[in-house]
């Protein structure tokens, strides 16, 4: 229960410029109370009294808005960032060093039994309103983007967006291979209109070759009347 203390006080200190000092961390974060709280109640659930540790967890959810299920399993050094509508799974697994934004679901899809919530891996981070769902494992070193939806496992060292969540980093490179490039796939609709806009490009030229730009009598887009009267001139001049 208090092994991770100093670990704890120290992901606050480091990660979030705001913090100054220990006692500010101890006193104002409502993240290193959660996890404190967490660890109480991870103790009374894995120590068969599961109802107290239930007590325990959904007060720290009134006092923080933090939701963290007491059979989650959290590693050292855990800093959620604002806090308030954190939820973390019964069967969830925290790596150390890991950060999560406001707003984070560590859960399930409602399709599985048994382990259903994901594993994520040590200094992965997570943006605000993201939500990891399913049983699956978000390496190392991973950061997942701010309202991302991931369904699938995430390797190590990648970044992922968007919803659903695609890679569009993998150790800070774009991904060269096809296979790996989720971000780039062929957009049919898009084509189309691409496809539309040139043609109409195109007969604008057209037109344009045959009409003059700006009609010199009326200062505007060439009017057939203009026109007309302009050859009638033309004509005259000529006789
Ligand atoms: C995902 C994140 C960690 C990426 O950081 P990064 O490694 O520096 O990556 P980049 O900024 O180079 O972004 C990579 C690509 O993802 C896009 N991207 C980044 N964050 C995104 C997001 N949340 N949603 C959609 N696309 C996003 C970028 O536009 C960029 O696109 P490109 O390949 O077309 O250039 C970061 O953008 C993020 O979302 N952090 C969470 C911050 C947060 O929740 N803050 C709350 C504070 S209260």
Redesign the pocket.
Known sequence: MFKHWRSDVEAVLTRDPAARTALEVILCYPSFRAVRRHRRAHWLWTHNMKLLARIVSQRTRRITGIEIHPGAQIGKGLFI??GMGVVIGETAQIGDDVTL??GVTLGGTGKDVGKRHPTIGNNV?I??GARVLGPFTVGDGV??????VVLKEVPPYA?V??NPGRI??QA?K?PANADLDQ?NLPDPVKERIESLTRRVEQMEKCLQRRIPQECEDCQQECCDDCLKNRKEEQKDEDL
């Open positions: 960032d604002h934004y406001q981070v943006g605000a950061k997942i983007g701010a309202s991302a970044t967006v968007g569009v980093r800070g774009k971000v």
